[in-house]
């Protein structure tokens, strides 16, 4: 198997896995500390949609730690099918839960004018901008687990 | 080349192709026949996605017929990078406007009690159920062709 960027077991993939764990706990933790999410149904998926990314890339991250300490590969196409179904599940479930939220903080900032929950504001947008990055990174691991599948 | 289900230039990419043209088509004239859409960015968003899903996959469905009556493979790899990037880019947007409008239509019918526009609440509904349908298709053709262009 061809060796790519953000392949598992590599120095890169772990660096992936970390920052999609990175974005999510940070777009999990400003949504929760605004006091109004449970109001939104939207907002409730996102934090759903980020803590199944959490679970799953700090899994991941730990399997590449773990590749990289003894020098194994991870390539085997069973290894490789698992993490191309999780890594996809988990990036369309996050994508959703990104541009759901976006649609609400949009219609509160743009469509309605003003959002009227003062503090709680910017901790909504910086929430659904965090998910938005967390998507882009499992993305990436995403294609790059389907190429080294297609291509064993 | 393998012939999976759904590649370029076969009756079942043909199929898939006019699905991807239905649904999108209907996501927009529901959606374009309720009056209030223009409010919303994300609705607005929606059209947009699901025009560009028509405008690639209408496209597509004729370079199949094409294909089909002439007898000719559509597997070269230059092709086969063109639908690559073409299929991911409309999947990505279609799931990004399907899910940012899904967002508003629960807003109103969840969290907020009840659709307070009468006759355009079910065509918001059934036009973000089209726009699912819809990026369900593409997503199908989206693995379809990397699969493809990986396993070239």
């Known amino acids: 198997m061809i060796d790519i960027p953000g392949t598992p077991g590599t120095l890169t993939g772990l660096v992936l896995r970390i920052s999609q764990c990175v974005f999510a706990a940070g777009s999990i933790s400003y949504m929760v500390t605004s006091g109004g ?3 939104f149904t939207a907002f409730c998926y996102l934090i759903a949609a980020m803590g ?13 730690t773990f590749a990289l300490v003894r020098k194994k590969t991870l390539l085997s196409p ?4 698992l993490f191309v179904v999780g890594d996809w599940v988990t990036s369309t479930l996050s994508l959703a839960g990104a541009s759901s939220s976006a649609g609400i903080t949009v219609l509160y900032f743009g469509d309605l004018g003003s959002c009227s929950f003062e503090a709680e504001c910017w901790k ?29």
Do not use: P
Request: with cysteine; net charge negative.
């Open 37 to 39: 999410f449970f109001s």
């Open 52 to 64: 199944l990314q959490v679970i799953w890339s700090f899994g991941l991250a730990i399997l590449d």
């Open 78 to 81: 069973v290894l490789v099918s």
């Open 124 to 152: 909504y947008q910086l929430s659904v901008a965090l998910a938005f990055l967390c998507w882009i990174t499992i993305a990436v691991s995403s294609l790059t687990t389907l190429w080294l599948l297609a291509s064993a």
